[in-house]
């Protein structure tokens, strides 16, 4: 890439820069978490509030990445920090059982009924893994049914089939048997997944699916789809298991489930549930979970054994998410009717400038998520998004970002928060027009 941006994002970036030459010394490819790194450097932040980032140079951006997708009131809203600061007084790791666990337990099961029982962690990558033994626990089965291109964190027996091409490793480490136990189907097509579902149903333990799927680009279910697989795996004494880890608390309080009518055996959470503090979350069926139980399975060959850790439950996490859950509680209707309005208005604006500039695009999503592919076909699954020029969106995310002060992390989904404004879906749209018009970007794809 020798665009202007690039230059410009260059010259903005400089403290950013001796940052990452120094943080290349000291972690692999200079970041904690693979998809932070972008080219040429990622900017280093320096504080966040609302909807803005700062970063070390001075910059500020308008933030589309909100923390994963965590953030959905925003950066440090006052009600979660005021809080936070009062917890930090009070003790900030206890290191064994507290009030507000069971109080943000029991909003949980308020909101989501079918999350009977729950156990906290300290990240999604665990609560998927811990899902995924429960259900072999409970089946006496091995298989874990998961999408092509679904992504439900770094625990190593779903690491399978998540980048493209998705046929080959993960990448180094992974012994090779351990895929044996997983099956992929592709994402949207119901005839084709129960067709691969089919020649494994006598080992199947579950299928694990994300309702929207997330990293691999956003791409929503087609009616039927999820509904159909559900209804496979309890015709085949297999667990059903929805990870929520994303659209928990941001498609709807409720979920996904109650969106497209599913009921999980089993479900996740994270990210928006710990209010900005690290969390995942295993829900279900009591009797499920029950497996789990260590008081009344004390004999090891009877239990389930999965975790916690060190931070699970943790007085502060606790505390972020009961006071975020209770605000998305008090301000249903204004959170999500606006959130979700703003998410319209984006994917409906970006549509029509890209159409009107003759470029062949396709914005996807649901409620306050969205992200646009440049493609001449219908994006449906992992594979169509892999197919699209996704570098053309690495440079016009670039180009936002250094021209426009406008964050979307490289290629990926954006989430929009309670503190994003029509004015912002405004200056995206102004800023994406003028990319479209100034830079040589979109000459040659349109
Ligand atoms: C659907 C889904 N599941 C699981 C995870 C893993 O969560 P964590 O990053 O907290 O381990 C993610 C993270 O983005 C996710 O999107």
């Known amino acids: 890439m020798q665009h202007d941006f690039l230059k410009n994002y260059k010259h903005k970036t400089k403290e950013s820069r001796r940052l990452y030459s120094r943080a290349v010394k000291v972690f692999p490819g200079g970041v904690s978490h693979n998809i932070r790194y972008f080219e040429p450097y990622p900017f280093f932040v320096s504080g966040a509030k609302g909807k803005q980032l700062s970063d070390v140079d001075g910059n500020k951006y308008t933030d589309y990445w909100m923390g994963h997708w965590a953030l959905i009131l925003g950066h440090s809203p006052k009600v979660v920090v005021n809080a936070l600061a009062e917890q930090a007084k009070n003790g900030i790791l206890y290191g064994t059982v507290n009030g507000v666990s069971v109080e943000l337990a029991e909003t949980i099961k308020k909101l989501m009924p079918r ?73 949207n097509n119901l005839d084709a997944s129960l067709k691969v579902l089919e020649t494994v149903k006598d080992d199947l333990a579950c299928i694990i699916i994300e309702p929207v799927l997330g990293g691999a680009g956003c791409v929503p279910p ?106 998305l509680k008090e301000n249903k209707q204004q959170v999500y009717s606006k959130i979700d309005r703003l998410g319209r208005m984006a994917r409906k604006g970006l549509t029509k400038l890209f159409a009107e500039s003759g470029i062949p695009c396709q914005v996807t999503g649901e409620g306050s998520m969205f992200l646009t592919h440049f493609s001449k076909n219908v994006v449906m699954d992992a594979t169509d998004i892999a197919n699209s020029n996704r570098e053309l969106l690495k440079a016009y995310h670039l180009a936002l970002m250094a021209n426009h002060g406008i964050f979307f992390l490289p290629t990926k989904m954006a989430a929009l928060s309670f503190a994003h404004e029509e004015g912002d879906i405004k200056k995206l749209l102004e800023a994406t027009k003028k990319i479209i018009i100034d830079s040589k970007l979109f000459k040659r794809f349109a």
């Not at 690491?159 to 136990?181: A, H, I, K, R, S």
């Not at 497996?291 to 606790?318: H, Q, W, Y």
């Open 222 to 327: 087609i009616d039927g789809y999820l509904q159909g697989l559900e209804e496979f795996a309890k015709k085949n004494g297999s667990l059903f298991i929805l990870d929520e880890i994303v659209t928990g608390f941001r498609l709807s309080l409720h979920g996904a489930a109650s969106i497209y009518g599913l009921e999980p055996d089993l479900f996740t959470l994270g990210k928006i549930a710990g209010g900005g503090m690290p969390i995942g979350i295993l829900c279900g069926d009591k009797d499920i979970m029950s497996l789990a139980d260590p008081v009344a399975r004390a004999d090891k060959e009877s239990l389930c054994a999965i975790g916690g850790g060190t931070f699970s439950a943790n007085p502060m996490t606790m505390t972020a998410g009961l006071l975020t859950l209770n605000f």
């Open 115 to 187: 999350a009977e029982m729950m156990r906290f962690s300290s990240t999604g990558s665990e609560a998927t893994m811990y899902a995924i033994r429960l259900a072999r626990a409970r089946t006496g089965r091995r298989i874990v049914a998961k999408a092509i291109g679904g992504w439900h964190g770094f625990n190593t027996a779903l690491m399978q089939t998540v980048n493209y091409p998705f046929e080959e490793e993960e990448g180094l480490g992974l012994v090779q048997d351990e895929g044996q136990f997983v099956e992929s189907i592709p994402f």
